[in-house]
């Protein structure tokens, strides 16, 4: 794209800047190499002291590790079984990937050797530090002169909030969130969508556009999500003049065709991931996380806090809510100039977007998707906008002191961005140095535990294989630290099955992991809880025996049937999963479990042949009529084999029974039993059934994904070749499909 001439741009200032080039060169460099080694300074330490993580780091690391055993494995990387969180689950099925699959193959083509750990740690630290280029290089593509764009990169980082889920460092390091998928999110999100306006306003570019598009939804599908209905609003944005409405429907016309042209290539790009998603969005759970999550803090609350300043400088002076407000001034004194509109857009846009369902109520429902939705995630969105206008606030004084070219205007101009903007930077690096005294609180806490910590970690490895559970959030598990990381994140980290604490709640057994009730017995056996790790002045029943103590941590052990177990399936409930959730508390909670009856659950499909089905609206009321009876001896399970994506057993059956798998069902599942392919069904709570007749039986069990997702997949990577060869030798194409063969829409 060709960026507009300077003079065409402003006025005096390009006159100016054209005669002392090497002063604005020199603003410019300074500025970002500012900004970028104060990022690299401040945020070294996370890279440096190496030490398990406390957040969703961790669950990256074990995201990536999952696709390198994959690869190695000779198994879809793209879509293997997660088999140590959520009592298993497909997790990429359903998660963006891209940032995992990336380091995973990187990992495996050098051999393994960088470290998995290392390679995350770097690819969080470079990108974060040197987030404020992307700023710069989208603000200029976006149009914006060199000094504008230095001043989007100097403000890039500075973003402070109370842990909402914007562009601030509080979501990426060790005392924050570790939204890795996020971040890389995040430093794509601006160039994306600065090319994919390019497209709008050119109809050319649409090989980068869609490169950068598909890459930014397959690193974070909500930021895909916002950066196409961010390009969606930014074609109305028009150089013209309004008086002439069928000139101006016709150019916004000839935009929307464009985006509808690229988010069709991003979707044909992508369609390996969003096509089984949508087959298979059924089996999603959107049932954990607070109402808030998806409903966001209504007007009120988000006006409130803007005009505090919690939005942007949350804990400090508003310094930036005050460039914000000066910025979102200036551009609508030059909204006649297109690309001054484009910060007021992205901004005011996010903002109403951002109030969410406790605004908006059914209104919000014209957004595709919108109740699986994160709206409280739309402060990214905000916080760019923001960060846009912070720009063009600190522009316009370096601008005018450029213009004069007089060494007192800059001292003047440099003093009153200092006097802005050092104050953030402090608080910024208070912040940095306060997430290093917990990286080093932390790696002396494990040092001072080195002994115990890897002595327990050997033992729950070489012992036969089940879950293991060190508490919950909610109860004393939170409690349950070493320096600052809770004991079921080292455990979870150590790549042990873990029950109870989620890094993830994808699977829709995950709702009722979150309820384990650890003095019911039978609830061990259903979540084949084997092994418990807790401090030494824990109580737990007595069936929960020790098993060892290693310093301060003591081992228990509990009798389970293992990853599998006979029980009885009576009872055959369909309907969809808004009725589901209910009907298995009941089912959890009432006597059922205690004699393993499993009803069957069937998702919007028939009942197969069984006499009767009952609708899972009425579950509920039918479970709590059910008189529990103990049952005659089912037979028993021989032996069991643990893969990293299939279970086996050999089975003795007495009597006709529903051999249950203690994972998360999911249709990819294939089961075999005595090598003839038989279909699982879902039992509550949302684990794997096979009916079996009487006798001996080998069973096995193997998450496939289907052959459909490796066609597609090779499909989308064909298209980006065909895509920038079309481009490159078919201009003419492009342009008619762009421009609507020269006819528009009024002709």
């Known amino acids: 794209m060709t960026m507009p001439s300077a003079r065409n741009q402003e006025g005096d200032y390009a006159t100016a800047s054209r005669h002392f080039p090497s002063l604005e060169n020199c603003i410019v460099i300074g500025v970002l190499l500012f900004a970028v080694a104060f990022n690299l300074v401040h945020l070294y330490p996370d890279v440096a002291i190496k030490i398990p993580d406390r957040n969703d780091t961790g669950m990256h690391l074990l995201y990536t590790d999952m696709a390198v055993k994959a690869i190695t494995l000779g198994q879809d990387f793209t879509d293997p079984w997660q088999r140590t969180m959520g009592m298993g689950f497909p997790l990429f099925h359903y998660y963006q990937h891209l940032p995992h699959v990336t380091l995973a193959l990187v990992h495996v083509l050098t051999l393994g050797v960088f470290p998995l750990a290392d390679m995350l740690n770097w690819t969080t630290y470079l990108p974060l530090s040197f987030f404020p280029l992307s700023i710069f290089w989208s603000l200029r593509r976006f149009g914006f002169d060199r000094l504008l764009a230095a001043m989007g990169g100097l403000v890039a980082s500075l973003t402070a909030t109370n842990s909402l889920w914007g562009l601030g460092f509080e979501g990426y390091v060790f005392r924050g969130w570790g939204l890795y998928s996020q971040l890389w999110a995040m430093v794509l999100l601006p160039p994306a969508l600065a090319q994919g306006y390019r497209v709008l306003q050119e109809g050319r570019g649409y090989f980068w556009a869609t490169l950068l598009l598909a890459a930014t939804l397959m690193s974070h599908l909500l930021y895909g999500y916002m950066a196409f209905l961010t390009l969606g609003i930014l074609t109305f944005i028009q150089p013209m003049d309004m008086s002439d409405p069928r000139s101006f429907l016709a150019a916004v016309w000839r935009r929307w065709r464009r985006m509808i042209i690229l988010f069709l290539l991003v979707v044909v790009v992508t369609s390996y991931f969003l096509i089984p998603l949508f087959l298979d969005r059924t089996y999603l759970n959107n049932n954990n996380l607070p109402r808030i999550t998806y409903d966001s803090f209504g007007h009120s609350t988000v006006l409130i806090g803007l005009a505090k300043g919690y939005l942007f400088d949350f804990g400090r002076f508003p310094s930036l809510t005050i460039l914000m407000a000066v910025g979102f001034v200036i551009c609508l004194l030059r909204r006649r100039q297109e690309r001054y509109v484009i910060p007021v857009a992205i901004f005011l846009l996010w903002l109403l977007l951002f109030f969410g369902r406790s605004t908006w109520g059914v209104l919000i429902d014209v957004l595709p998707m919108s109740r699986d939705l994160h709206m409280i995630r739309f402060m990214a969105m905000v916080h760019l906008g923001g960060i846009f206008l912070m720009a063009v606030a600190l522009a316009a004084p370096w601008r005018w002191a450029v213009s004069r070219s007089n060494v007192w205007y800059f001292a003047g101009v440099l003093a009153l961005t200092s006097l802005l903007l050092l104050p953030v930077y402090n608080e910024r690096r208070s912040y940095l140095s306060e997430n290093t005294s917990y990286l080093t609180e932390t790696q002396q806490a494990l040092a001072n535990e080195e002994l115990e910590l890897s002595a327990l970690f050997g033992k729950l490895k070489q012992l036969p294989s089940g879950r293991v559970y060190a508490g919950l959030p909610e109860n004393w598990g939170s409690q349950y630290v070493v320096g600052r990381i809770p004991m079921y994140f080292l455990l979870q980290q150590e790549g042990l099955d873990m029950t109870g604490w989620l890094y993830h709640r994808f699977s829709l057994s995950s709702s009722f992991e979150r309820v384990f009730d650890e003095t019911r017995r039978e609830q061990y056996n259903l979540f084949n809880v084997r092994y418990v790790v807790a401090p030494e002045a824990q109580v737990f029943p007595r069936f929960v025996e020790p098993l060892g103590q290693f310093g301060r941590h003591r081992l228990y052990h509990v009798q389970t049937t293992g990853y599998f177990d006979l029980v009885d399936s009576d009872l055959t409930f369909t309907g969809g999963k808004t009725d589901y959730w209910p009907a298995a508390s009941n089912w959890l909670a009432s006597g059922l479990l205690g004699v393993k009856q499993h009803p069957t659950v069937l998702f919007g499909r028939s009942s197969r042949g069984k006499e009767s089905s009952i609708p899972l609206s009425e579950a509920s009321e039918v479970i709590s009529k059910i008189q529990v009876s103990a049952s005659p001896s089912r037979g028993t399970v021989l032996s069991e084999e643990v893969g990293n994506n299939f279970f086996a057993a050999d089975v003795n059956v007495k009597r006709d029974s529903m051999l249950m798998?203690?994972?998360?069902?999911?249709?990819?599942?294939?089961?075999?039993?005595?090598?003839?392919?038989?279909?699982?069904?879902?039992?509550?709570?949302?684990?794997?059934?096979?009916?079996?007749?009487?006798?001996?039986?080998?069973?096995?069990?193997?998450?496939?994904?289907?052959?459909?997702?490796?066609?597609?997949?090779?499909?989308?990577?064909?298209?980006?070749?065909?895509?920038?060869i079309s481009e490159k030798w078919g201009t003419g194409f492009w342009r008619r499909v762009s421009s609507g063969g020269g006819a528009t829409i009024l002709n």
């Open 661 to 724: 798998l203690k994972a998360t069902y999911h249709p990819n599942w294939r089961a075999t039993v005595d090598g003839e392919e038989t279909d699982p069904v879902m039992l509550m709570p949302s684990v794997v059934g096979i009916q079996l007749p009487q006798g001996e039986h080998k069973v096995r069990l193997e998450y496939r994904p289907r052959r459909l997702r490796a066609v597609l997949l090779g499909l989308g990577l064909l298209a980006l070749p065909l895509i920038a």
